[in-house]
């Protein structure tokens, strides 16, 4: 009995298995439909993880399905492009880094190319002291200089006669320390020797920052001998004695431009907004630029935001911005968020740094364009009577004439500030026939008085006169003195959108623009042209939800554009 007892349950317990068993194969034998892979091209250099949305879009949506891949013919999507050569290579690197002479290089490597066996060999890519990606090193006996950019300057006011300027940040105050020039030409394959005859400071002592060890902003210059004026050097490399193996080589940018110029220019330091979704309000600044005239708008870039980056990529696509890259020189820090904290804590390092950029814009397109503005992302010279900004510079060159007969070197525009909450304090609402996210459009009510003159201005700069630039005014010119014409308030002025005033005018912001306002709707005069031209790219973009249009297939990330309700 005691043995039946125990088989009774031993019986139940498989039987139990067994039903289990038999549930499990047909659930999971059954077929679930096979999965359509859609058609990939595997000769894309598009990366695997660009693919992934189009794999999910077309996988079943259920949890309970289950996917049948026959593994010994499918084929992962990998890339299966063809590598590119060296020199391919060079040329895509070149313009990811456009002051590396990197084709120069690559077409004279195997080419002898020295003064003699011990004396000034040409630099090899790889034997160059590189400094966060941007910059090239160069120690000397008091100081080291941190190389960014060589312009060959050949402008007719230019008393030096053809000269290559060099953009650096030093970490000293007047240097005495006596450095060379090796210009290299396709003409020859030994160097020309050129001294350092200047070390421009762009920068006031008044301003702070003014101590030794710290990295100050400089422009060096070096004169072509007469034997090859005429001729563009394709780079340079600054040494301490002539004959020295230099650590860096720069290549000479010569944009030489043919025919008419191109009349307006926006230049706009790096953007370091890692955390602040600015991407609309970029979309709408850039729109009225170009409207008022606006060629192209060159960007420095930083750190910002994925949907700024987003929008960015949009428009150097479409021809209106070009990005470029940037980096803090020497000990500064560059990883990402880290380099936020310091520039915000660190001002005059902030000030002096962002000099770097301007300057480099400013020697890019001195060519190209009759005149160049520095502006920040939330500022726009207006015209007050006239559709654009050369109809408006028209008027400005003739007044001035009457005031002297000579060309100005900068016309600066006086600032007015549009706060933030200047809109809410008088509509209590937006503006119903204005789309609610166009901030400047929206934003219509700005302090009565302006900033004083000469403070906080912004300038239309004539690149035959500037020599260096600062963020408002010409620091140096071409010629002798600096001459900026102050343009009449009636004619034009500057729109600076903000929460707040400049810490310093914090004290007085709320007795001396706060309290005292005026409705000021001259924008809406572009109102139409800014809606429409606005909402393209924000549909594109997929600003308002649904299809993305990917603005820039081959240099994206993968990343989702956030949506911005």
Same mark, same amino acid.
């Given at each position: 009995?005691?043995?039946?007892?125990?088989?009774?349950?031993?019986?139940?317990?498989?039987?139990?298995?067994?039903?289990?068993?038999?549930?499990?194969?047909?659930?999971?034998?059954?077929?679930?439909?096979?999965?359509?892979?859609?058609?990939?091209?595997?000769?894309?250099?598009?990366?695997?993880?660009?693919?992934?949305?189009?794999?999910?879009?077309?996988?079943?949506?259920?949890?309970?399905?289950?996917?049948?891949?026959?593994?010994?013919?499918?084929?992962?999507?990998?890339?299966?492009?063809?590598?590119?050569?060296?020199?391919?290579?060079?040329?895509?690197?070149?313009?990811?880094?456009?002051?590396?002479?990197?084709?120069?290089?690559?077409?004279?490597?195997?080419?002898?190319?020295?003064?003699?066996?011990?004396?000034?060999?040409?630099?090899?890519?790889?034997?160059?002291?590189?400094?966060?990606?941007?910059?090239?090193?160069?120690?000397?006996?008091?100081?080291?200089?941190?190389?960014?950019?060589?312009?060959?300057?050949?402008?007719?006011?230019?008393?030096?006669?053809?000269?290559?300027?060099?953009?650096?940040?030093?970490?000293?105050?007047?240097?005495?320390?006596?450095?060379?020039?090796?210009?290299?030409?396709?003409?020859?394959?030994?160097?020309?020797?050129?001294?350092?005859?200047?070390?421009?400071?762009?920068?006031?002592?008044?301003?702070?920052?003014?101590?030794?060890?710290?990295?100050?902003?400089?422009?060096?210059?070096?004169?072509?001998?007469?034997?090859?004026?005429?001729?563009?050097?394709?780079?340079?490399?600054?040494?301490?004695?002539?004959?020295?193996?230099?650590?860096?080589?720069?290549?000479?940018?010569?944009?030489?431009?043919?025919?008419?110029?191109?009349?307006?220019?926006?230049?706009?330091?790096?953007?370091?907004?890692?955390?602040?979704?600015?991407?609309?309000?970029?979309?709408?600044?850039?729109?009225?630029?170009?409207?008022?005239?606006?060629?192209?708008?060159?960007?420095?870039?930083?750190?910002?935001?994925?949907?700024?980056?987003?929008?960015?990529?949009?428009?150097?696509?479409?021809? =209106?911005?070009?990005?470029?890259?940037?980096?803090?020189?020497?000990?500064? *820090?560059? %990883?990402?968020? @880290? $380099? !936020?904290? #310091?520039?915000?804590?660190?001002?005059?390092?902030?000030?002096?740094?962002?000099?770097?950029?301007?300057?480099?814009?400013?020697?890019?397109?001195?060519?190209?364009?009759?005149?160049?503005?520095?502006?920040?992302?939330?500022?726009?010279?207006?015209?007050?009577?006239?559709?654009?900004?050369?109809?408006?510079?028209?008027?400005?060159?003739?007044?001035?004439?009457?005031?002297?007969?000579?060309?100005?070197?900068?016309?600066?525009?006086?600032?007015?500030?549009?706060?933030?909450?200047? =809109?809410?304090?008088?509509?209590?609402?937006?503006?119903?026939?204005?789309? *609610?996210? %166009?901030?400047? @459009? $929206? !934003?219509? #009510?700005?302090?009565?008085?302006?900033?004083?003159?000469?403070?906080?201005?912004?300038?239309?700069?004539?690149?035959?006169?500037?020599?260096?630039?600062?963020?408002?005014?010409?620091?140096?010119?071409?010629?002798?003195?600096?001459?900026?014409?102050?343009?009449?308030?009636?004619?034009?002025?500057?729109?600076?959108?903000?929460?707040?005033?400049?810490?310093?005018?914090?004290?007085?912001?709320?007795?001396?623009?706060?309290?005292?306002?005026?409705?000021?709707?001259?924008?809406?005069?572009?109102?139409?042209?800014?809606?429409?031209?606005?909402?393209?790219?924000?549909?594109? %973009?997929?600003?308002?939800?649904?299809?993305?249009?990917?603005?820039?297939?081959?240099?994206?990330?993968?990343?989702?554009?956030?949506?911005?309700?």
């Amino acid at each position: 009995m005691a043995v039946c007892a125990m088989g009774r349950p031993l019986r139940r317990s498989l039987a139990a298995l067994f039903g289990w068993t038999l549930l499990c194969y047909f659930l999971f034998r059954i077929p679930q439909g096979e999965v359509v892979f859609p058609r990939v091209s595997l000769h894309s250099r598009e990366l695997l993880g660009r693919q992934e949305n189009v794999t999910q879009a077309a996988m079943p949506h259920s949890t309970t399905e289950t996917t049948e891949v026959n593994i010994y013919e499918a084929q992962p999507y990998i890339d299966r492009s063809p590598k590119l050569n060296e020199s391919a290579k060079a040329t895509r690197l070149q313009a990811q880094i456009p002051n590396l002479p990197l084709v120069y290089w690559f077409e004279n490597k195997n080419k002898a190319r020295s003064k003699n066996s011990t004396c000034a060999k040409y630099p090899s890519v790889y034997d160059i002291h590189f400094n966060n990606i941007y910059w090239q090193q160069t120690d000397t006996s008091n100081g080291t200089f941190f190389l960014y950019g060589a312009y060959l300057d050949v402008r007719s006011k230019n008393r030096l006669g053809p000269t290559v300027r060099i953009l650096s940040m030093i970490n000293r105050l007047e240097p005495t320390v006596k450095t060379h020039c090796q210009l290299w030409f396709n003409s020859t394959k030994e160097p020309v020797f050129s001294k350092v005859i200047e070390y421009k400071y762009i920068w006031y002592k008044k301003w702070g920052n003014y101590k030794q060890g710290i990295f100050q902003p400089y422009l060096l210059a070096c004169q072509l001998p007469k034997s090859h004026w005429g001729e563009a050097p394709a780079s340079v490399s600054v040494v301490e004695h002539q004959c020295d193996n230099a650590t860096n080589n720069l290549r000479v940018i010569y944009n030489k431009h043919e025919g008419v110029k191109h009349k307006f220019a926006v230049c706009v330091k790096g953007l370091d907004f890692p955390d602040d979704d600015l991407s609309v309000r970029l979309v709408e600044w850039l729109e009225l630029l170009n409207t008022l005239g606006a060629h192209k708008i060159f960007l420095y870039n930083l750190e910002v935001h994925p949907n700024v980056t987003k929008v960015l990529d949009y428009y150097v696509k479409q021809g =209106l911005v070009d990005l470029t890259p940037l980096s803090l020189p020497g000990y500064q *820090p560059n %990883l990402p968020g @880290l $380099q !936020h904290m #310091y520039l915000k804590s660190k001002t005059n390092n902030k000030r002096q740094n962002e000099l770097i950029p301007y300057n480099d814009c400013l020697y890019r397109n001195m060519y190209r364009y009759e005149y160049i503005a520095l502006l920040d992302i939330d500022e726009i010279i207006t015209p007050l009577k006239h559709n654009n900004w050369e109809e408006l510079m028209d008027e400005v060159i003739k007044q001035s004439l009457k005031v002297k007969n000579e060309t100005r070197a900068s016309y600066n525009f006086r600032n007015v500030y549009f706060m933030d909450d200047m =809109l809410e304090t008088h509509e209590h609402g937006h503006f119903k026939d204005i789309p *609610p996210y %166009l901030h400047m @459009l $929206q !934003h219509v #009510y700005r302090s009565q008085n302006y900033t004083k003159p000469g403070q906080y201005v912004k300038c239309f700069h004539n690149p035959e006169k500037a020599l260096i630039l600062h963020n408002h005014f010409p620091l140096g010119c071409l010629g002798g003195v600096c001459t900026s014409y102050p343009v009449d308030t009636e004619l034009g002025h500057l729109q600076h959108y903000r929460n707040d005033c400049v810490s310093t005018l914090k004290k007085s912001c709320a007795k001396d623009f706060k309290n005292q306002t005026v409705k000021d709707t001259t924008i809406w005069r572009w109102k139409n042209q800014l809606i429409e031209r606005t909402t393209v790219p924000l549909l594109k %973009l997929g600003f308002f939800g649904g299809k993305t249009d990917n603005p820039s297939k081959d240099d994206q990330d993968g990343s989702e554009a956030l949506q911005v309700p």
